[in-house]
């Protein structure tokens, strides 16, 4: 069984910065063979991509963040990281750290319903 714990949410002014945290629980070897990536849900609104980092380290961002988020694994403790900088006031949603064995062409692609295990959620609050 996989499991993901996020952290690092939090409440920041528009242009902070934030940096969130993702710890997935599986063995080491199959660590390196999943398509991970950070997803968000906005009140009303459909969940979403936001950065994929695929298993041989391809990333793939959401238009509206590419330049000023950055995703990243860790090397040794089965985390994978997503480093937000200037922060707009729409980027407010729950953030969502995702899993799954997927073709980087199928991890490129951002799509939710693609990836089976997920994390329960890190809220994310920009103020204007």
């Known amino acids: 069984q996989v499991q993901l714990v996020e952290s690092g949410g939090g409440s920041v002014e528009a242009g902070g910065s934030l940096r969130l945290s993702c710890t997935i629980s599986?063995?080491?070897?199959?660590?390196?063979?999943?398509?991970m990536g950070w997803f968000r849900q906005a009140p009303g609104k459909e969940r979403e991509g936001v950065a994929v980092?695929?298993?041989?380290?391809?990333?793939a961002y959401a238009e509206d963040v590419a330049g000023r988020f950055t995703v990243s694994k860790g090397n040794a403790k089965n985390s994978l990281f997503l480093q937000m900088t200037s922060l707009k006031p729409e980027a407010t949603a729950m953030y969502y750290c995702?899993?799954?064995?997927?073709?980087?062409?199928?991890?490129?692609?951002?799509?939710?319903?693609?990836?089976?295990?997920w994390g329960q959620g890190t809220q994310v609050t920009v103020s204007s």
């Open positions: 995702a899993a799954d064995r997927l073709a980087s062409s199928v991890c490129l692609r951002m799509i939710p319903r693609d990836l089976d295990y």
């Open positions: 599986t063995y080491t070897y199959e660590y390196f063979d999943y398509c």
């Open positions: 980092l695929t298993y041989n380290g391809r990333a």
